[in-house]
């Protein structure tokens, strides 16, 4: 067992080529009202995929943009774990599909790579960082780095209320020891338990309770929280500068950022400033019932969330976060990767010395678990953020009428046969090239 540092190193994402914009297309088309996207759940637009990305064309660009940026080749990897939950194969790993990408464009190949996929729903992205991670600490890495891709295509069954939280998009992560980007911590915490809340049986599209997914979220988010500071010791909200959370809509984590601070002030020099204004918290034992303590945390939690105390919390640690899940929707397995991105690049941006500073990660599954684990930012994370081109890809996004979301909705899903045309021109980039003999999909790269 090494005690050395052990992070990530750099990351890449990349974003489906097509854009969805929720305020002026979907919600008209749906007879809504745009603030229910954009106030309510808090997002603006989706990424989707054109008719020639999946979830291993997605991966593989990411990879490759972050192998080259990196300079490495085949040989310097040990390990390749794609976390996803839009697999199309019950046998043979999206990683293996992603190596022979790669293979295609560089010398050598992954023979003595180790290949993987890992599944629980989101959750999945993040436990492919701690097998990297434990891989690494337990000292079987040979020098080695871990590529971890977490990719998805988040579509939903047309007309489902979760239609307008999808998203498409992957994040190639480098999991190494001494990272340039965040290290992270020992300690973890996680809340765990057998739910039906979101799940695919032998179907493309998920079966989803979306009203029951919030509050299990929440649920299995305070469970891990309560766990990691078992391990990690009370957190502060002086701790932290960033909160990055798995945002399946940013209303999502604004729900659940209310009741951390009300947990994490508890007991505090905070709660006490806040007590002349709203009081303190409640606690069980001033109760006889249950009922009437669940009701005043609840009229305590309303209050909390209009104080100047919260409020400046919120701005400075939560909200830069959600920049980037705004533009995009969710990323199932990719999307807390994308709000640590989406965090830390509002400091590089805001021109900030945050070596040094600290993140509290919190990723979900459904199913159901969260998990919550410590991460610090290093030296060299202004050069890894400033390396991105997520803005350019997202500005370059193909904007869709409302036909052509449907036609692409279409060519996407398993049980239709279409034959949409391409909306983009693929470009130095990995596309889909048709089916094999066996079924297989095969992949060609586009100069
Ligand atoms: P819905 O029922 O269509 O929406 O779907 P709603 O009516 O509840 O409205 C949403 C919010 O907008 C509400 O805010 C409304 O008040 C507000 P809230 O009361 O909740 O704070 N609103 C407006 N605000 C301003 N102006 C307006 C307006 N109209 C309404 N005009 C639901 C919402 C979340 C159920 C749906 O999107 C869904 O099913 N999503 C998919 C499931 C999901 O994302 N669950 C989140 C937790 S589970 C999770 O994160 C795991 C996941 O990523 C999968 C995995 O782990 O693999 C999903």
């Known amino acids: 067992m090494t005690d050395t540092s052990v992070g990530i190193d750099a990351v890449e994402i990349h974003a489906g ?7 002026e297309t979907f919600a008209p088309a749906m007879g809504d009202d745009p603030g229910k996207y954009t106030k309510g759940l808090g997002l603006y637009a989706s990424s989707l995929p054109d008719t020639y990305e999946d979830i291993v064309t997605m991966g593989a660009n990411a990879a490759h943009r972050l192998m080259e940026r990196k300079g490495l080749e085949p040989e310097d990897i040990g390990r390749i774990d794609v976390a996803t939950e839009s697999a199309f194969d019950h046998s043979k790993p999206v990683s293996t599909y992603i190596a022979g990408c790669l293979e295609q464009v560089f010398e050598g190949d992954f023979h003595h790579a180790n290949k993987g996929e890992r599944k629980f729903a989101c959750v999945s992205g993040t436990q492919s960082v701690d097998d990297a991670y434990n891989w690494i600490r337990a000292g079987r890495n040979r020098g080695r780095a871990a590529l971890v891709v977490a990719t998805d295509t988040a579509l939903y069954a047309r007309d489902d209320p979760g ?12 999991i190494d020891e001494d990272p340039d980007f965040v290290e992270l911590s020992t300690e973890q915490g996680y809340g765990s338990a057998d739910e039906t809340d979101f799940l695919k049986p032998q179907q493309q599209f998920p079966s989803v309770d979306g009203k029951r997914s919030v509050n299990v979220y929440l649920a299995r988010m305070r469970e891990a929280l309560v766990d990691y500071e078992s391990v990690g010791g009370d957190i502060h909200p002086d701790d932290f500068r960033l909160g990055p959370f798995h945002t399946p809509f940013p209303g999502m984590v604004r729900k659940a ?10 007991d505090t020099e905070i709660e006490e400033e806040l007590a002349e204004e709203i009081g303190r918290q409640p606690r069980p034992e001033a109760f006889d019932d249950e009922e009437a303590y669940t009701e005043a945390l609840g009229e305590y939690t309303d209050a909390l969330k209009d104080t100047d105390h919260y409020q400046g919390w919120y701005d400075r640690t939560i909200d830069p976060t959600l920049d980037l899940s705004r533009e995009v929707g969710n990323w199932y397995t990719g999307s807390v990767h994308v709000a640590r991105v989406s965090g830390i690049r509002s400091l590089v941006e805001d021109g900030e010395d945050a070596e040094g500073e600290k993140l509290l990660v919190g990723s979900y599954g459904s199913g159901a678990q969260a998990e919550i684990h410590v991460e610090t930012i290093q030296e060299n994370y202004e050069s890894e953020i400033e390396a991105l081109n997520v803005d350019e890809q997202l500005a370059a996004r193909y904007d869709l009428s409302f036909d052509e979301y449907e036609d692409v909705h279409d060519a996407h899903n398993f049980d239709e046969e279409t034959s949409v045309e391409e909306f983009t021109a693929p470009d130095g980039e990995f596309v889909f090239d048709g089916w094999g003999r066996m079924g297989e999909r095969k992949y060609r790269y586009v100069e």
Do not use: F, P, S
Request: charged share 20%; aromatic share 4%; hydrophobic share 55%.
């Open 17 to 23: 080529k097509l854009k969805l914009d929720l305020a």
């Open 163 to 174: 239609e307008a939280t999808q998203g498409a998009g992957a994040v190639a992560m480098l």
């Open 257 to 266: 950022a209310v009741l951390a601070y009300r947990h994490i002030t508890r």
